[in-house]
């Protein structure tokens, strides 16, 4: 006889309760059943009043009914679990965790909501929702997404949905306050004003989408700039590399030779020498025997003998020495290292004039022909990169917030306005010790570096003079005039006066002829290594610009001299 199928839905066999399978199943005298610890959990709540409720169907009892566990329905639900498999909650049907809006009607653990209703004012998980889309009342009420603060969807006033947009005071409002203190405004729908909105909001999508689009195409252009840079930057490598190990090979060739020419001038100079050691040596031999003889005839007693030989001895005596040979025995090669001296003084300062011709930066500002990279490069290069601003509102797109560092501001300065004001001071600050304090000059650096491209401006005032600058920030606090910015090869400096302005750098000042100004805007391409300062009135005015290789970030500084003030200028 085959098996009769029947088709179950789980959630007959949930808990009223957690809404989950019933676990170890016990059945109360109303007949409904329970997990046993929720039926527990409840009744234990209700141990005070010693009246029992059924959580389903509200039946009371008296005393507290004694629970067993349901053995045909534990094993109905078991064999219900190994039928099903079990599937990981979807969304709509997961616990409410950290940052969930949680069901109002869940008891126990509550599910997440999937839904607010702006009528009931409360939250709804997809099994306490069903109502609303069955039943024919609830089916008229307002749903939005599950939302934690409904309350600000309400009118504090009237108690009534915020459906109303008050465009004369850019509010929402409810249906009451249209006849009340709106009543003139000009109000829309909310749902209109979105309509509108909607539109707005296709067109910022539509523009940012555009122009991430540029700047992606930017992106591009910029790494196949950098691809270009290096690969030019290899061959000029390579190039420098052959160039060299070919005036190596060179010099090293000229080597040979001078040595070669010495030692030949050497071997000259000793066989000289060598044959006239052998010549001397002869004659010192001859004369040997001649003395052995002339001893030899003075012993002799035969007269005649004696007088016919000292005669024939005496004529060979007579003979003249041969030539003798020239020896320069105090040989001197001082004509040849002088010679080298001179060619090694006059080739490093060849190198050095030459060196300083090579490009260490930015190829735009470099002599046509020294560029290591090809001129095609340079200006692809120049087309990417971007080019120093020209207007104020091309400054402002680079502003930086600056501000002053207390831990360096001299003891005679006072700053204020958040550290964005320095003022001189003929009181001294109880300022405590600091190993950035600068000491003994007016000084104070930012807080802030300045690396890539960085402006601001700055208003000062003064009876003297104030130094506007930057500067590395290993400059010098403890020391003497080394440490004044612009007295030294880490500081740049431009001098402000009701007179005149002139550019402090490495203690060398160079005056500018030019109107002065009370607001100085500063520009930093740390990069392209630029320097620029500009008087900033309606127009921009540059002052000086100052063209290096900054080896390190950069920091804004600024020196005051009596009766100064100094001030960072918002971005305006």
């Known amino acids: ?19 989950d399978l019933l676990k170890d199943p016990v059945t109360i005298p109303c007949g409904h059943s329970f997990c046993k610890v929720c039926i527990n959990d409840c009744w234990d709540q209700e141990d005070k009043s010693g009246v029992y409720s059924c959580p389903q169907c509200r039946d009371t009892f008296t005393p507290r009914p004694v629970l067993r566990r349901n053995n045909m329905l534990a094993e109905v639900v078991e064999k219900l679990k190994k039928k099903t498999e079990v599937q990981a909650a979807s969304p709509a049907h997961c616990y409410a965790g950290s940052g969930d809006v949680e069901c109002d009607f869940c008891k126990g653990r509550k599910y997440k909501a ?38 600000e969807k309400i009118c504090s006033e009237h108690d009534k949905v915020l459906e109303i947009y008050c465009s004369t005071d850019q509010s929402f409002i409810c249906l009451w306050c249209t006849m009340d203190k709106h009543k003139d405004h000009e109000t829309v729908p909310v749902a209109s004003k979105r309509t509108e909105k909607q539109s707005e909001l296709k067109e910022e999508q539509m523009k940012s989408q555009q122009r991430i689009q540029e700047k992606q195409k930017k992106v591009q252009e910029l790494k196949q700039a950098v691809n270009t840079i290096k690969l030019s930057a290899q061959t000029a490598v390579e190039d420098s590399e052959r160039i060299f190990n070919e005036l190596i090979s060179s010099m090293e060739k000229k080597r040979s030779e001078v040595t070669e020419l010495i030692r030949a001038q050497e071997k000259t100079e000793v066989s000289r020498a060598e044959r006239l050691l052998e010549q001397l040596e002869q004659e010192i031999a001859d004369l040997q025997r001649r003395v052995t003889e002339l001893e030899q005839l003075s012993h002799t007693h035969d007269h005649i003998h004696f007088l016919q030989s000292f005669q024939s001895l005496c004529v060979s ?11 320069n025995q105090h040989l001197s090669f001082d004509g040849v290292r002088k010679s080298l001296s001179d060619l090694k003084k006059r080739l490093e300062e060849f190198c050095q004039e030459e060196f300083i011709k090579i490009p260490k930066h930015d190829e735009r500002n470099c002599p046509a022909g020294k560029s290591l990279l090809s001129l095609q490069h340079a200006a692809a290069v120049q087309m990417i990169l971007p080019s120093e601003p020209k207007s104020r509102e091309d400054f402002l797109h680079y502003f930086c ?79 003497g005039y080394e440490s004044v910015f612009g007295g030294n090869s880490q500081s740049w400096s431009l001098q402000c006066s009701s007179s005149s302005h002139s550019i402090w750098h490495n203690n060398i000042q160079t005056a500018l002829r030019v109107i002065t100004s009370s607001r100085i805007g500063v520009y930093v391409d740390h990069s392209a290594g630029t320097l620029s300062f500009y008087s900033v009135s309606d127009t921009m005015k540059l002052l000086h610009r100052v063209h290096t290789t900054f080896t390190q970030p950069l920091y804004a500084g600024f020196w005051l001299d009596l009766r100064s003030t100094v001030r960072l200028c918002d971005l305006k």
């Open 401 to 479: 917030d600056l501000t002053l560092d207390p831990n360096t501001v001299n003891y005679n300065l006072i700053l204020s306005e958040k550290n964005r004001v320095v003022t001189y001071s003929e009181i001294k600050q109880p300022y405590s010790d600091h190993p950035e304090r600068f000491d003994s000059r007016w000084q104070v650096l930012c807080k802030e570096s300045v690396c890539g491209c960085c402006y601001w401006e700055v208003e000062w005032s003064s009876k003297g003079y104030v130094f506007i600058s930057v500067s590395y920030k290993d400059i010098s606090r403890k020391g």
């Open 317 to 327: 005596s007579g003979r003249e020495d041969s030539p003798s040979i020239t020896v």
């Open 1 to 19: 006889m085959a098996e009769a199928s029947i088709s179950v839905d789980q959630d007959q066999f949930s808990c009223p309760v957690c809404l």
């Open 114 to 151: 999937v839904k607010s209703c702006l009528m009931c004012l409360a939250s709804f998980c997809e099994t306490h929702l069903k109502p609303h889309y069955e039943v024919p009342a609830l089916k008229k009420h307002t749903l939005i997404e599950a939302s934690g603060n409904l309350q």
